[in-house]
């Protein structure tokens, strides 16, 4: 995806790693607040390693959250 982004780009030597380190920021902060949602809802000591949000979701009393976090598993910790 970088590479054909890169020939569409007007200055691909200064937007793309600029475009890379972005995202990666990005993404580094929602995994870190995903974290931090996860420790707040469930106690440390009873986060499932395996199956961390479904579980704690049906912990907390949330079954239909748990089935939505079943069905689209590429967000897991």
């Known amino acids: ?7 569409e780009t007007k200055r691909p030597a200064r937007d793309i790693p600029i475009s890379l380190v972005g995202s ?3 993404i580094t902060v929602i995994y870190c ?3 931090l949602a996860l420790t707040m809802v ?3 000591t009873q986060i499932d390693i395996n199956a ?10 949330m079954k239909w ?4 976090v079943s069905v689209f598993p590429t967000i897991s910790l």
Request: glycine share 4%; net charge neutral; aromatic share 14%.
């Open 52 to 61: 961390a949000y479904s579980v704690a979701f049906e912990q907390i009393g």
């Open 42 to 44: 469930v106690k440390y």
């Open 24 to 26: 990666m920021s990005m």
């Open 65 to 68: 959250a748990k089935y939505l």
């Open 33 to 35: 607040l995903m974290a």
């Open 1 to 7: 995806m970088v590479a054909t982004m890169a020939e």
